[in-house]
């Protein structure tokens, strides 16, 4: 049998895509030492670094932030009604999944101000450094501005699917469903009837089209960039998936990133 893998190397971009298996299967393929940029898939950077700050006393998922009405548990999870860049407020808080960049910024700034050191700072040192991550930077908003190798990001994966920075109780509250049942726009792929979102984490669910595979179970979580990343964690299948590029999301993503997906379930999912 073909190794999934080798499909990378069809794509139309040079990119660097990891998998890693619950019984510690590890394989790459692509210039795994090139830093590529991670676009939104930095918000899970983000919502790491505020989950520790829970577990640290300085932040409260429902403490106030943002419009009216809103908390941090809001933000997170796009339902705060704030628009994609602004702090224009475009509908009630818990009414509509908004995709909100402003939202996660908000949170990092409030996560900042409580530990009193620069968001860049305090990533670093309470989330990267940790996690062996030491070649991540913020080059931008906590929002979208992380860049990398592909080692780093998988660091962050094998977190994901297995924490050990983060207690897991937390981790499992985050990556379920925030206010079910929303209506929203997934972007690129379009409007969803419940477009699901954990804290910071898009869960796969039924939404159909979507980035990942018709194999990936409804518990996958985790995040897509428009810079041509992704990382996934299928908890059911025990195996996550990262992939960086250097072109930017588009149909070509569409058609090889679910297959990819697809493949590598087929392979090695349990």
């Known amino acids: 049998m073909a190794n999934p893998l080798d499909q990378v190397a069809s794509w139309p971009a040079t990119a660097a895509v990891g998998v890693a298996s619950a019984a510690g299967l590890m ?22 670094a505020a989950l520790d700050a829970v577990q640290r006393g300085l932040l409260d ?38 995709y909100s960049n402003r939202g996660i910024e908000i949170v990092a700034d409030t996560v900042a101000a409580r530990s009193g050191q620069p968001f860049e700072r305090l990533l670093a040192g309470e989330i990267c450094l940790p996690l062996g991550m030491a070649a991540t930077r913020l080059d931008g908003s906590p929002a979208w501005g992380a860049v990398s190798p592909l080692g780093d990001l998988m660091n962050l994966a094998v977190e994901l699917a297995s924490p050990s920075l983060v207690d897991e ?24 009837a419940n477009c699901d979102w954990g804290l910071g984490f898009e869960i796969r669910d039924s939404k159909a089209p979507h ?22 964690v299928d908890p ?35």
């Open 169 to 192: 109780g937390l981790l499992a509250e985050a990556t379920r469903v925030a206010f079910p049942g929303l209506p929203g726009v997934l972007p690129g792929f379009g409007r969803q």
């Open 27 to 48: 394989e790459t393929a692509g210039p795994v030492g090139q830093p590529f940029r991670w676009a939104s898939v930095t918000k899970l950077l983000t919502t790491l």
């Open 211 to 232: 980035w990942t595979g018709s194999r990936n179970s409804p518990r996958t979580f985790g995040h897509f960039g428009r810079s041509g990343s992704f990382l996934w």
């Open 236 to 270: 059911d299948a025990g195996l996550a998936c990262v992939a960086l590029a250097d072109r930017d999301f588009d149909d070509w993503a569409k058609q090889a990133w679910p297959k990819l997906s697809d493949d590598l379930l087929a392979a090695h999912g349990r």
């Open 61 to 98: 998922l429902d403490e106030p932030a943002g419009p009216p009405g809103s908390t941090i548990r809001h933000l997170l999870s796009h339902a705060s009604g704030l628009a994609f860049d602004s702090d224009a407020v475009l509908a009630r808080p818990g009414t509509r999944r908004i």
